[in-house]
């Protein structure tokens, strides 16, 4: 951080000291790092789609003559758009710049000083990102040593001043599922709970039918994986209709762009495409994994999601990240208390596996 020129004296308190979210190596970062163009690099660190987004979509951009206009803050037709596609009502949907700044909305919706947050450890870092930034408390229970969460656990972590449960399935970065049962428990807590489907297309398990029943369920979900539009931003947020209103009403205006309105209309047209897209991720993760086992030094997680999270059981997972790197392949490693000397590596295409291998087998000699 900047030297103190006094602006410390006038920002809020609990951001002083306040730990940022560590996101992912973009390649232009590594300009003059590695010995081969930037577009060469094989970018498995941050769990984007390998193929792209719909070539319809490319095509809506290019004949659109309507960015100088500002998109429809109600969000009508998206709203309608994604009901449909979802199968619940229009007034239930609202849609964000990346379900990230849906998080952020929930939390500014219910968090205030005092709150406290239950988040299930390690999990995506938005949430206590989002809930730090509100002045509330972030509660970390600690998953078991297959990240599974313990529903008891949870039950007991709830007081007077619990506002949320983020419930992520599958977890990011660790790939497993939290079983239906589990999670209904700790929805008839009555708590507002958010469960995170940002992966769903990649496992096809979703609570949004429970939605009509519970009046504190959410549900989070994202354009960015399975349908590759993480550069143009468009997540969405299954809510009961009161909690949808008051979203709503307290987001910013016009928070999503004409260009990801177009975007979501072209995918949505365009559903066989992207889904067989999806399955070739699903299938080439069974492979990723099948040949990850084979490596003695990994232990790779069964993953229901578009990545597979991997111990590294000999030398430092620095290291090897590094050693990637200059092999022009990116991953995301992780070194802290609940990630141990650890990598998460995204499916790519099956040439991208092929190349993952053979730098990890070159590194092996
Ligand atoms: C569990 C989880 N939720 C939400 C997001 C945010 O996705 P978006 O790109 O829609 O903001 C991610 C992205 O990595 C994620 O892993």
Redesign the pocket.
């Known amino acids: 951080m900047a030297e103190s020129d006094g602006i410390e004296k006038l920002i809020r308190p609990n951001l002083a000291g306040f730990t940022g979210y560590s996101a992912s190596t973009s390649p232009d970062t590594l300009a003059g790092k590695v010995d081969m163009p930037l577009d060469n690099i094989i970018k498995m660190n ?2 984007e789609n390998p193929y792209g987004c719909s070539p319809k979509v490319l095509q809506a951009l290019a004949d659109c003559p309507h960015f100088h206009i500002y998109p429809d803050d109600g969000q009508q037709e998206l709203r309608k758009l994604l009901a449909g596609y979802v199968g619940v009502g229009a007034e239930s949907i609202v849609v964000g710049h ?4 849906l ?1 952020d909305l929930i939390v500014r919706l219910f968090v205030e000083p005092g709150s406290e947050v239950i988040n299930c450890v390690p999990t ?1 870092d ?1 949430y206590r990102f989002s809930t730090e930034i509100c002045g509330g408390t972030v509660v970390n229970l600690i998953r078991d040593d297959n990240f599974a969460i313990d529903v008891q656990e949870v039950k007991t972590a709830i007081s007077d001043n619990t506002r949320l449960i983020f419930l ?1 399935t599958p ?2 970065p660790t790939g497993n599922v939290i079983p239906r049962q589990d999670i209904v428990e700790i929805i008839e807590t009555g708590v507002p709970v958010v469960v ?1 489907e ?2 769903y297309e990649f496992n096809g398990e979703t609570v949004v039918p429970l939605t009509g029943r519970y009046k504190n369920l959410m549900v ?1 979900r ?3 994986k399975w349908a590759g539009l ?1 550069g143009l ?3 969405y947020g299954i809510f009961p209709p009161r909690i949808a209103d008051y979203l709503m009403a307290i987001k910013i205006p016009h928070n999503v762009s004409v260009a990801a309105e177009i975007a979501v209309r072209a995918s949505l047209s365009d559903l066989d495409y992207l889904q067989s897209r999806v399955k070739d991720i699903v299938a080439e993760r069974e492979r990723l994994f099948g040949e990850l086992k084979q490596v003695s030094w990994l232990k790779p997680y069964p993953s229901q999601a578009n990545f597979i999270y991997c111990e590294v059981l000999k030398g430092g997972a620095d290291e090897l990240y590094k050693e990637l790197q200059r092999k022009g392949i990116l991953v995301r490693y992780f070194d802290k208390p609940l990630l141990k000397n650890s990598i998460r590596i995204s499916v790519g295409k099956p040439e991208h596996t092929d190349a993952l291998m053979k730098a990890l087998r070159e590194l092996e000699d």
């Open positions: 941050a769990n990346g379900s990230n700044t998080i995506f938005i992520a977890n990011n995170d940002a992966y989070l994202s354009f960015s993480a931003r468009v997540g």
